[in-house]
């Protein structure tokens, strides 16, 4: 998606996953999970109580058709999540841009004391943090930090299912790794087909056969 010739920040994430992906669903319109819209709905409560009836009234005003078997996963959230103690948001819904960079993004939480937290509707992984979340963390510190002037070390990466929050100290080949797909992004808008990755994940890709064809070889060849 462009947001005036800037590169959303998801949009680095979905060609990270596979540039070739990303091309092909270039134009297809942004939908959000259902699953995603109950953790972010329950992420405007982290530090209050969690009230399961209230979180659930606001789910169905969000998204009145939503399947009512998801109350339960809301239920599971709120149990995980109240394992943990959680910091209030000063401010919710941040939306962050870095002109040098040519990235836009939006930040779930940020803190008093200046830290953020973006929401995450998966588990958490037993150390650390995906690959995705930490060029999504690099990404808004790239533009935390043209907007704030002062270097962003990191951020939270809430994991909503699993009431776990993990800091993640962004690291230089984060950054690089911003840089890349970017330059990536900037090929694909001029048109030319990305190449398919050699590490992108085809056997769960409902492309596979489309890539096969194109691409003249079998994916599995390859693998
Ligand atoms: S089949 Fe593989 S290369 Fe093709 S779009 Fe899917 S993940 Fe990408």
């Known amino acids: 998606m462009e947001y005036g010739g800037h590169v959303a920040i998801s949009d680095l994430v979905r060609v990270q996953t596979c540039p070739v992906r990303f091309y092909y669903e270039r134009n297809d319109p942004f939908t959000e999970s259902d699953r995603y819209m109950i953790c972010k709905q329950l992420s405007y409560h982290l530090g209050s109580s969690l009230e399961p009836e209230m979180i659930w009234d606001e789910v169905l005003s969000v998204c009145p058709g939503i399947d009512p078997e998801l109350r339960s996963f809301l239920e599971t959230c709120i149990a995980s999540c109240n394992n943990t103690v959680w910091k209030p948001a000063a401010q919710s819904d941040v939306r962050v841009i870095s002109e040098k960079h040519g990235i836009v993004g939006m930040v779930d939480r ?114």
């Open 110 to 223: 940020i803190f008093d004391n200046g830290a953020f937290s973006i929401i995450r509707a998966v588990g958490a992984i037993p150390f650390g943090t995906f690959a995705a979340d930490r060029l999504r963390v690099a990404g808004i510190a790239f533009c935390l930090e043209e907007m704030i002037g002062n270097e962003v070390i990191g951020g939270h990466v809430e994991y909503i299912p699993d009431g776990v929050s993990r800091f993640h100290t962004v690291q230089p080949r984060d950054r690089r790794q911003v840089l890349a797909t970017l330059h990536k992004i900037r090929e694909i808008r001029k048109g030319e087909l990305p190449r398919h990755p050699l590490n992108a994940p085809c056997n769960r890709c409902r492309y596979k056969e489309r890539c096969e064809i194109s691409s003249g070889r079998r994916l599995s060849d390859l693998l």
